[in-house]
T-cell receptor
Framework: DAKTTQPPSMDCAEGRAANLPCNHS???????VYWYRQIHSQGPQYIIH???NNETNEMASLIITEDRKSSTLILPHATLRDTAVYYC??????????????FGKGTKLSVIP | SQTIHQWPATLVQPVGSPLSLECTVE??????LYWYRQAAGRGLQLLFY??????ISSEVPQNLSASRPQDRQFILSSKKLLLSDSGFYLC????????????FGPGTRLLVL
């Protein structure tokens, strides 16, 4: 079962920032926070990940609270193509260089024109 | 650059028939490979992962098996399909050089009738 908690759905106006929250109540010290998104009928797309510090890349920003119990994915200027299901995941190291991702049901983000 | 291929894209099979889904990765060496399944309206479930040729770890007991005959080839099989095997099957890869971030293929949609 997924260890993270996300709202089932959110709406965002096109051009505005989309802020997607996630609770990581049971995250352990060596688990990374990963965010993926899945557009309908496609494979999940990697967005960003982090351990303790905030991160930014060309797609999004990731804010992780100091206690690491929650994170927020920020899409600075949402477009219609950002409509997707967004998953936050605590990646568990399984040994031999492999991380295991446990996907929950995610947040369905709808970007509205 | 790395690419991942899955085939077939869509498959309709009768109950009791065998299954073979193939995943190949190009542009990298010695990747970790993963098989996930996504049932309708649910999150992704990790089925198998492999850290090398002939090395398979199973996450859940089921009607399926996996094999890794070559470094960049991962196969998902079943001897007799069940109705409950229907779903969206996704293959993913990761490498140490990219911090073991998992990148997903386009998926195979399987319908068992």
């Amino acid at each position: 079962d997924a260890k993270t908690t996300q709202p089932p759905s959110m709406d965002c106006a096109e051009g505005r920032a989309a802020n997607l929250p996630c609770n990581h109540s049971t995250i352990s010290g060596n688990e990374y926070v990963y965010w993926y998104r899945q557009i309908h009928s496609q494979g999940p797309q990697y967005i960003i990940h982090g351990l303790k510090n905030n991160e930014t890349n060309e797609m999004a920003s990731l804010i992780i609270t100091e206690d690491r119990k929650s994170s927020t994915l920020i899409l600075p200027h949402a477009t219609l193509r950002d409509t997707a299901v967004y998953y936050c995941i605590d990646a568990r190291y399984s040994g031999a260089g492999s991380y295991q991702l446990t996907f929950g049901k995610g947040t369905k983000l709808s970007v509205i024109p | 650059s790395q690419t991942i291929h899955q085939w077939p894209a869509t498959l309709v099979q009768p109950v009791g028939s065998p299954l073979s889904l193939e995943c190949t990765v190009e542009g990298t060496s010695n990747p970790n490979l993963y098989w996930y399944r996504q049932a309708a309206g649910r999150g992704l479930q990790l089925l198998f992962y492999s850290v090398g040729i002939g090395q398979i770890s199973s996450e859940v007991p089921q009607n399926l098996s996996a094999s890794r005959p070559q470094d960049r080839q991962f196969i998902l099989s079943s001897k007799k399909l069940l109705l409950s095997d229907s779903g969206f099957y996704l293959c993913a890869w990761s490498v140490l050089e990219l911090k073991e971030t998992q990148y997903f293929g386009p998926g195979t949609r399987l319908l068992v009738l």
